[in-house]
């Protein structure tokens, strides 16, 4: 089974500074990672995903992510914050091939300050 | 518009009553799948169903009952039996070009609160 770990709950940052929000991840077997963002009271929407090739994904909003394999981790970055950027960020993954549901982090708050 | 529409947005229930949530989708969706949100605890997988008529419990199944008769609609059950069912439920659905990868599209949640 799967299972992620996302190592801050909560993330205070300056406006215009950077971020990193931390993801890892325990499969003993190939994954698909994803990021989401949730605004309050919404549903979530998908910032973006690793299916393969390029270890350094880019999505929305200004977002990055680096999948490493031996460090088993996807943390996601952003080098300068906005306002609008506070949100909840949730880390999942599912099984490569294995047509499985995906396995959400408890998720991290990010509190951008002006 | 295309899109997963859930309802009631926000929802009040007294102890020991069941309450159904409405999840419905013009996406062409084959799979459907309930989460229940609490805080801190991230999203945990309630119920899904890949085809009609056809369904799975998740991690938190006890207490909650779904049913799937029509492609667009997967109604989730919260029944009395569910001892803390104050959360916030989230329906989700996979196109079929990317059922293999488990990527979902989520609907705008509903909130319900046990008074």
């Known amino acids: 089974a799967q299972s992620v770990t996302q190592l801050d709950s909560q993330v205070p940052v300056f406006e215009e500074a950077p971020v990193e929000l931390r993801c890892n991840y325990s499969?003993?077997?190939?994954?698909?990672l994803f990021w989401y963002v949730q605004y309050p009271n919404q549903g979530l929407q998908l910032l973006l995903k690793?299916?393969?090739?390029?270890?350094l994904v880019k999505g929305i909003n200004g977002f990055e992510a680096e999948f490493n394999k031996s460090q088993t981790s996807f943390h996601l970055r952003k080098p300068s914050v906005h306002i609008s950027d506070t949100a909840e960020y949730f880390c999942?993954?599912?099984?490569?091939?294995?047509?499985?549901?995906?396995?959400f982090g408890k998720g991290t708050r990010l509190s951008v300050i002006a | 518009d295309g899109g997963i529409t859930q309802s009631p947005k926000y929802l009040f229930r007294k102890e020991g009553q069941n309450v159904t949530l409405s999840c419905e989708q013009n996406?062409?969706?084959?799979?459907m799948y309930w989460y229940r949100q609490d805080p801190g605890q991230g999203l945990r997988l309630i119920y899904y169903?890949?085809?009609?008529?056809?369904?799975q419990k998740g991690d938190i199944a006890e207490g909650y009952s779904v049913s799937r008769e029509k492609k667009e609609s997967f109604p989730l059950t919260v029944t009395s039996a569910q001892k803390n069912p104050t959360a916030f439920y989230l329906c989700?659905?996979?196109?079929?070009?990317?059922?293999?990868?488990?990527?979902?599209?989520f609907g705008e949640g509903s909130r319900l609160t046990v008074l």
């Open positions: 999942a993954v599912s099984r490569v091939s294995g047509n499985t549901p995906l396995v």
């Open positions: 996406l062409n969706h084959d799979a």
């Open positions: 690793y299916l393969s090739g390029s270890t």
């Open positions: 499969s003993s077997v190939s994954v698909y």
């Open positions: 989700a659905s996979i196109p079929p070009a990317r059922s293999n990868t488990g990527e979902l599209f």
């Open positions: 169903s890949q085809i009609v008529n056809d369904f």
